[in-house]
């Protein structure tokens, strides 16, 4: 450890072991067991924090991608008020696509993959009785989603739902955006985050899937978010995703698997999986928090270091992938021994201070982000009033207007239209 932190990791069932939901309130098994896991492990470090000379009233719930969504479903129930005082979201949050699963019968649709016999009289027990009586690594082996359900952004195929009826310990009793106005967490600091080209992620994934990509030119009202495109004509939901298509692809064929139009994929990836839902959830936070929200876009593309896009895109490309901020926070497999003088070991020293600051003072401005920034350039936290400005974090930091603005007003414009 390089700072004087407490750290706890928390590990919470996925799959189906951990989000399988069933309608019949008969059966017991209303969903979301992962988000309740998280909750007791809140709970659990509030209880013991003094046993490990930490502060129970001054906990932080951090986490990113998928670990961020979890933290923001946390701040929307109620339940977990009091177990955490700021949160840090990084590249992630409920309004991602892939933090909620609409995907209807999936349990239904694993049992009969695994060898239950399909037939329309199937109970929600008869399936719960057959899943119970097969051994645990069967259940989460079976590959379940479509590739129509890949082409609107289905990651998990079991992930939060909003569970179909209510009980004592229900974790998510409407949609996410339903809930964000009201809910406590609005009442804590937050220092959200993103990356500067997250949807280098897609990179791999379009090369063994390349339908994803050229599937969209005939297709293309696939370039909407799902919760959009349901709500639409198919004539307007093809028109809005020509728009996006001409704002991402320009003169690029998505049907042709050019080094451009991959590029450009990756790119509508990181607007549409990641940088969409992380400005919604900005501008809901601005209009209904009492409480400061401060962002920063890590931007440091080391051809070294940057662990992730090394991993999944190789040492051809460059720029900084979802998750690569991690690689100067934690020390894994990749990592390796610094020499001191070098931008990537200044980036590590720079991301633990922000971090660390932010969650002992609820102020994310180290020293060494204030000794770096002009006075006239503080990093405040965000409001109404102001523009939409971030911490730029590359070889060097300053205070900008987030650069992907310009295409998220066409974002902005394209999810807004209702016909």
Not at 77 to 99: D, R, T
Not at 217 to 244: F, I, S, T, W, Y
Not at 299 to 322: E, I, M, W
Request: hydrophobic share 40%.
């Amino acid at each position: 450890m390089m700072r004087d932190v407490v750290v706890v990791t928390v590990s919470y069932r996925v799959g189906p072991l951990g989000f399988l939901s069933l309608n019949d309130p008969a059966v017991g098994v209303p969903g979301n067991a992962g988000l309740k896991d998280q909750l007791l492990a809140m709970e659990w470090i509030k209880e013991n924090a003094e046993r490990f000379n930490g502060d129970p009233k001054n906990v932080t719930a951090f986490g990113e991608s998928a670990g961020a969504a979890s933290v923001h479903y946390l701040m929307l129930n109620p339940k977990a008020e009091g177990l955490f005082h700021k949160a840090i979201l990084q590249s992630g949050n409920v309004l991602c696509s892939w933090a909620l699963c609409t995907i209807k019968n999936l349990p239904h649709r694993l049992a009969v993959n695994l060898g239950m016999e399909s037939a329309e009289h199937v109970t929600d027990a008869m399936v719960l009785d057959f899943l119970q009586k097969l051994p645990g690594e069967k259940l989460v082996r079976p590959y379940l989603l479509s590739a129509e359900e890949h082409l609107d952004d289905c990651v998990f195929q079991f992930g939060p739902m909003v569970e179909p009826y209510k009980t004592e310990h229900c974790a998510l009793p409407n949609h996410p955006q339903e809930l964000l106005d009201k809910a406590w967490g609005n009442r804590i600091p937050v220092l959200m985050s993103g990356t500067s080209f997250e949807g280098l992620l897609m990179y791999a994934r379009v090369q063994m899937a390349p339908y994803l990509l050229t599937s969209l030119k005939k297709e293309p009202e696939h370039m909407l978010p799902l919760d959009v495109k349901r709500n639409l004509p198919q004539a307007l939901a093809r028109h809005l995703g020509q728009r996006l298509q001409e704002t991402h692809f320009g003169g690029n064929d998505p049907s042709a698997m050019s080094p451009e139009s991959l590029k450009a994929y990756c790119e509508y990836a990181s607007y549409k999986v990641f940088w969409h839902p992380i400005l919604k959830t900005l501008r809901s936070r601005v209009k209904s928090s009492s409480a400061s929200t401060y962002l920063y876009r890590f931007d440091f593309d080391s051809p070294t270091f940057n662990h992730q896009r090394l991993k999944y895109c190789g040492d051809k490309l460059r720029g900084v992938a979802h998750v690569d901020d991690h690689s100067y926070l934690w020390y894994g497999d990749f990592s390796w021994k610094l020499d001191k003088h070098t931008p990537e070991f200044l980036t590590i020293e720079r991301m633990i201070d922000m971090l660390t600051s932010f969650a002992r003072t609820s102020n994310p401005n180290c020293k060494l982000i204030q000794d770096q920034l002009p006075r006239a350039k503080e990093w405040k936290p965000l409001n109404s009033k102001s523009a939409l400005e971030c911490l730029n974090i590359s070889e060097n930091i300053k205070m900008m207007e987030l650069p992907e603005l310009q295409k998220l007003r066409v974002w902005e414009s394209v999810c807004q239209s209702t016909g």
